[in-house]
Every structure is written in structure tokens, then in C-alpha cells.
């Protein structure tokens, strides 16, 4: 990407010194670094219930489509005024697939639900499969921290900082966000722990819950898995396919936690191996099957329960971290955690 050319990054912040943030993008393992300014806008989004809605509202959806049936949303996202993308209104808008749209425009009816989108044509839509209704509302900069998800977009500088335009902080999923780290210090009588975060040489302290959850992460054989066994997939759905793309495999009812007590960033399926080959299948408590795609270097593992003596200076540990002035407050520590667990999830 050249100088000056518009750039988005999808990411989590690890590191931050004034306004320069370096950031760990979703998809790349190479660090980037973006700046904000006074005249960047920062925006979060919410969750809300249908009642949210109102005539005259800009809003975005996005669902399944088809010729036929038209666009059956599974999301609206709206805002009283117009705020990050609601701001410019486009043309109804089928993706590649041709099983996905999008549309961005004005609400003009509640029952039923028609958005009139930016080229002027109004859509009837279904709500029976709208499970998710967002706000888009002003955030402050002061919830970038470290852990948090986010979305920036705009011109990169000649150094190849991207200089930020517009942030969505990912608040829905990390208010509380997940870290990476190493335990530097260790105080269980006041339940204290002082923790460096992966990629910096900053020093955090982490207050420890009251029944805080602390875990290890043992890694696993491929060849244990086994038709029969007891397992929880975690993965993610796949627009316009029944498969759950699987992120990683768990022995056992164990789980990653939700960074903001939310399960629905990722999926977790527990049920018993009915079929490793040609497909692998997943039969759930109700008699349900499901059929989970395989990635090559499919991480598995199981997770088991430690005591506090557990938790030693040099260990490496995922935190489920919440903001307590200036200092976190700490539910879920996971010790020994992969690094494909991944930030903010």
C-alpha cells in the first residue's frame, strides 16, 4: 500500500505511548502503528432491542439474499444521527457470493421494518431472523487500551503510520478484553499480580477477582481425538453455509472465555465425535449434527482447573482484563494459553 492511499486496519492494541498506538492487525503477524488525532472520530457500538429502532433513523443490515426472497437481515445497526458508516448512504449491494447483502439507508417503517437505501429505493425486510440490533454511538479514545479490539481506516503516512480517520472500538465483545502475557510478580495474599503484555515492555497490575477463574491450557495429540469423544468446538460461522469453520478443538465441556462475558464473537458447540472422516461430525446433547470443517494445524487441547499457587513469576498467561482506574481487575487467567486463542475473544 502506497503513501497517502486510503488504509484499514481490523486489529488489537498492544502497546500505547501518547497518540501513537502500535497494534497487532487480526489477519497479519507483522505489528503496525496507527496515530490519532484531535479530528479523528471514535465510535463504539452497543447492543440494543428492536425498541431502539426508530423512523427517520440511519441504519445499516446485512443477511442472507437471494433473488427470490430478497435480503433476510440478521443485524441492524443504527444511530439517532449519522456517525462512522452511516454517514454516507449507498446503493443496496449483493457481495461476491451472491448470498450476502448489505444495505445502508433511512428507516421509513417499523411494521414492517423498510429501509429506503442511497440510491432512493425503499426495502421491505423480514425481522424473523434479526438476532442482532446495535447503536452506534461517540466513544472516547480513553477506551483504546490495551486488549481492546478495533477497526481504523485512513491515510498512511510516509513513515507508514496509518493516520486514523474513524475507530470503532469493539466494545460489544471487549469491554473486558483478553491479554497476553508474562506474570512478572506474584502477591496472593492480596491477590496482586504485576504483568508485562506480549509485544511491550509496559508493567500492568492485575487485580485478582473474588472466584476469579484460573485454568491451564494443556496441548494435545491429534490422534487423541477418537469417534466417541466428549469434545467443544470453537469456531466461527460461515455466511451462507451450515459448516462451523473450526478455530480450535477442546477435549471435554472446557472453554475459552467471552472477553466481555458475550458468546456469540465466536461459537462453542460441545456434543461427542460421530464422524472423523471424510467429514468430521459433531452430534450435540439434543441429537443434533453438525458438520465441522478441519483446518490442517487444527489446534487441540483440554483445559483443567489450577489453584493460585499455580500462577508463578515467568509464566505466560491469557487474562480476561477489565479497566479499574488506572489498574485492571482480572476474571479468567489461563495459564500456558496458545497464542492462536487470539486477542479480545
Not at 173 to 199: C, D, H, N, W
Not at 269 to 297: F, K, M, W, Y
Request: with cysteine.
Amino acid at each position: 500500500m502506497k503513501q497517502g492511499e486510503q488504509a484499514q486496519v481490523e486489529g488489537t492494541v498492544v502497546s500505547v505511548r501518547g497518540g501513537i498506538y502500535q497494534v497487532r492487525p487480526s489477519l497479519r503477524p507483522r505489528l503496525m502503528r496507527l496515530s490519532v488525532s484531535s479530528k479523528t472520530e471514535f465510535i463504539s457500538y452497543h447492543r440494543v432491542d428492536k425498541n431502539y429502532l426508530k423512523v427517520g433513523m440511519r441504519a445499516e443490515c446485512g443477511g442472507f439474499y437471494n433473488p427470490k426472497d430478497g435480503l433476510t437481515p440478521f443485524y441492524v445497526e443504527a444511530s439517532v444521527r449519522p456517525l462512522g458508516p452511516l454517514k454516507t448512504l449507498r446503493a443496496f449491494e449483493v457481495m461476491p457470493d451472491g448470498t450476502w447483502a448489505n444495505l445502508t439507508g433511512t428507516i421509513e417503517s417499523l411494521s414492517p421494518l423498510m429501509i429506503k437505501d442511497g440510491a432512493g429505493k425503499s426495502w421491505t425486510l423480514p425481522t424473523e431472523r434479526l438476532r442482532n440490533v446495535k447503536e452506534i454511538r461517540v466513544a472516547d479514545r480513553r477506551a483504546l487500551l490495551i486488549g481492546t479490539r478495533f477497526n481504523a481506516s485512513g491515510p498512511l503516512a510516509p513513515d507508514g503510520v496509518l493516520q486514523a480517520e474513524l475507530i470503532t472500538i469493539d466494545l460489544d465483545y471487549s469491554a473486558s478484553g483478553t491479554m497476553f502475557g508474562r506474570i512478572l510478580s506474584v502477591e496472593l495474599r492480596q491477590k496482586v499480580l504485576t504483568i508485562q503484555p506480549r509485544y511491550t515492555r509496559d508493567r500492568i497490575t492485575v487485580r485478582l477477582k473474588p472466584g476469579v477463574i484460573l485454568l491451564r491450557e494443556i496441548k494435545l495429540d491429534p490422534d487423541s481425538l477418537k469417534i466417541g469423544s466428549a469434545v467443544t468446538v470453537w469456531g466461527q460461522r460461515l455466511p451462507g453455509r451450515s459448516e462451523l469453520a473450526t478455530l480450535a478443538l477442546l477435549i471435554g465441556p472446557g472453554r475459552y472465555p467471552s472477553a466481555a462475558g458475550r458468546d456469540d464473537a465466536p461459537i462453542y458447540l460441545s456434543g461427542v465425535l460421530r464422524q472423523l472422516e471424510p467429514d468430521v461430525v459433531l452430534q450435540l446433547p439434543g441429537g443434533e449434527r453438525r458438520t465441522v470443517l478441519i483446518p490442517a494445524q487444527l489446534p487441540i487441547a483440554r483445559l483443567e482447573s489450577v489453584g493460585p499457587v499455580a500462577l508463578k513469576p515467568g509464566m505466560e498467561a491469557l487474562l480476561v482484563l477489565e479497566p479499574q482506574g488506572n489498574d485492571f481487575s482480572c476474571g479468567t487467567v489461563i495459564v500456558d494459553a496458545s497464542p492462536w486463542v487470539g486477542y479480545g475473544g
